[in-house]
């Protein structure tokens, strides 16, 4: 087994008694601390054309609206990290902001075709948010054809890195386009965070 890299583009790698720990902070957006107030005061501007002064409901969404998506926003970009662990048998997915979060595990001799992907295929987006990360399919025999995502903020080069490593740390294969045996139909399991070959 090959050395680990300390870190690869903006995450940091490390390994730990119980397997290999990657840790990517979120990136600090200047698109997010700039357009959202601009388009909440823009809106505030208008609210006589728009009727918020006349409807109390409109008033609410308006505050909804203003307040909790930039507020998430904020957060996720001050406080948020993706925490991929990786064991003998599963990769594990972890998004989190302070500590709360939510997870996905997938056992790595389901994993296949891993490349780099955009998560955007526009290349104005592309070039505004960085927003780049790691695609494979994951076979459970119902589900072939769906590409699971995560990594973000990787470029082409570090996905290649990356990849690179997690090969070498599990000796498998994972840009193989070779599919094992599907699970029995009691252990199949379904997850969010999936996207079809034609959105990578």
């Not at 970009?77 to 064991?87: A, Y």
């Not at 070039?127 to 072939?144: H, P, T």
Request: hydrophobic share 45%; with cysteine.
């Amino acid at each position: 087994m090959s050395a680990i890299p300390a870190t690869i583009g903006r995450a940091r790698l490390q390994r730990t008694a119980t397997g290999l720990r990657v840790v990517i902070p979120a990136l600090l957006s200047w698109l997010v601390l700039v357009y959202y107030p601009f388009l909440c005061w823009i809106v505030f501007a208008n609210r006589h054309e728009l009727g918020m002064d006349e409807s109390w409901f409109l008033k609410v969404c308006w505050v909804a609206v203003a307040v909790a998506f930039p507020v998430r926003r904020l957060f996720w970009s001050f406080l948020g990290r993706e925490i991929i662990t990786v064991d003998a048998h599963t990769l594990t997915v972890r998004y989190e902001i302070a500590g709360i979060g939510w997870q996905r595990p997938f056992q790595l001799n389901r994993i296949s075709n891993m490349d780099y992907a955009p998560r955007f295929s526009s290349p104005v987006i592309l070039k505004v948010i960085e927003n780049r990360c790691v695609a494979f399919d994951y076979s459970l025999g119902w589900n072939d054809g769906v590409r699971y995502r995560f990594g973000l903020y990787f470029s082409p080069m570090e996905v290649q890195q990356f990849i690179s490593v997690l090969e070498s740390y599990t000796s498998l294969p994972l840009r193989s386009p070779n599919k094992v045996e599907p699970l029995p139909a009691a252990r199949m399991r379904c997850g969010c965070g999936a996207v079809r070959p034609s959105d990578s």
